[in-house]
């Protein structure tokens, strides 16, 4: 007599957490589709990683996950933060977040979690238009997180003092709209890429795009958070020998 085979084990479930400068974002995989799936609570330059934290378990309290990605808006090394984010508080450097949250984590810049969430392979720069300015280069499907929102612009100003939430403040939309423009000419030129995503909140104040730019959505964030678990091509960039389900 054939013994049955046993059924499939339950699909893990990955808690996405996108930190942004405004906001901080959360979405569980596999929840039926909804308009507005998602969950957000303020985020501001005070706050700390253990606020996140708190926070988060607050607003997933009645969600069930077995792994964390987390977006982090600053340099990742090796799954880990290694620069004090610019819109936040500080202590983000050093802290345990797999401790705090008692589930594995890997971690990940924030554009660079938007932009896994957004390529549709060859060759793509990802710039986010939000708080500041993210950026991003997957090349055949290898990604590399970038800090070009730093780089020297105009005028002794940043690329992110211009297409930043402070630029768009400081130079109003008509003239927002063109240094926007302008940089992702000058930038698609430079990295020779066959496409652009320009994903961020601030994206839908462009009246139209870039040639060979398509505009991509802050919810690409939470795919990318859950490729980092199920899509081993993604899990170099967070410390894959140290993270991994049980």
Known sequence: ???????SARARRVLAIDIGGTHVKIL????????N?????????????????????????DWHYDAIAIGYPGVIWHGRPIIEPHHLGAGWVGFD?????????????????QAIGSYEGGRMLFLGLGTGLGSALILGGIIEPM????????????YEDYLGIAGLARLGKKRWRKAVFDVVDRLTAAFEVDYVVLGGGNVAKLKK????????HNANAFIGGFRLWTEKSWTANCDPKK???P
């Open 1 to 7: 007599m054939k013994r049955r085979k046993k059924s």
């Open 28 to 35: 569980l995989s596999g929840l039926p589709a909804d308009p």
């Open 37 to 61: 799936p998602e969950r957000k609570v303020d985020s501001d330059p005070n706050m700390t990683p253990g606020q996140m934290v708190k926070a988060v378990r607050t607003l997933a309290r």
């Open 97 to 113: 977040y797999a401790r705090a949250f008692g589930k594995p984590v890997r971690m990940i810049n924030d554009a660079a979690m």
């Open 147 to 158: 800090e070009l929102g730093h780089l020297p612009y105009r005028k002794g100003r940043t």
């Open 209 to 216: 795009l870039p040639p060979r730019v398509r505009a991509g």
């Open 243 to 245: 993270e991994t389900l």
